[in-house]
């Protein structure tokens, strides 16, 4: 087995952070749909199904290292949210988390000189700037335009 028993139990959390985020984003794609902000809708879906490509290159990695994949239960995500600020900040603050937990994996592959998971968690740690990077600007322009001029937001987003 090329994966320890530590390193495959956290790997097989993050699957499960990986869905959690994959759900919280399609609620918060509903949400914007109901203002309707159709294409910042559309942003959250088409984020949803990256954190699913995230939580099925986990899924792959553990088991081409033979380890056993475990993939906990899933929590109901946020439903309602009091603006479009409150839902992007919301997933601001969802991938610091992620990042932090990236991080922690690291963290474990280092600790136990794992190369193989040093090599292939770096492209989750560049990953998580993009994220991070990504919906941060989106806050910043949310914000900059206020809730009053809040449909400027698919204007900014049909020219991204």
């Not at 792959?60 to 839902?87: H, N, R």
Request: glycine fraction near 4%.
């Amino acid at each position: 087995m090329l994966i320890s028993k530590e390193l495959e139990s956290a790997i097989n959390s993050q699957i499960g952070h990986e869905l959690e985020a994959s759900h919280q984003y399609i609620q918060i794609a509903a949400y914007f749909d109901s203002l309707p902000l159709k294409k910042t809708a559309a942003m959250f879906l088409k984020q949803s199904e990256e954190e699913r490509e995230h939580a099925m290159k986990f899924v792959k990695y553990v088991m081409e290292t033979g380890g056993q994949v475990a993939i906990p239960a899933i929590p109901a995500g946020k439903v309602t949210f009091a603006s479009a600020a409150e839902a992007v900040q919301y997933a601001l603050d969802w991938e610091w988390e992620v990042t932090r937990k990236i991080n922690a994996l690291m963290d474990i592959a280092k600790k136990e000189k794992d190369y193989l998971a040093e090599e292939f968690l770096g492209w989750f740690v560049t990953e998580q700037l993009e994220e991070v990077s990504h919906m941060d600007g989106l806050l910043r322009i949310i914000k900059q335009v206020g809730d009053k001029n809040i449909y400027m937001l698919e204007a900014y987003l049909s020219h991204e």
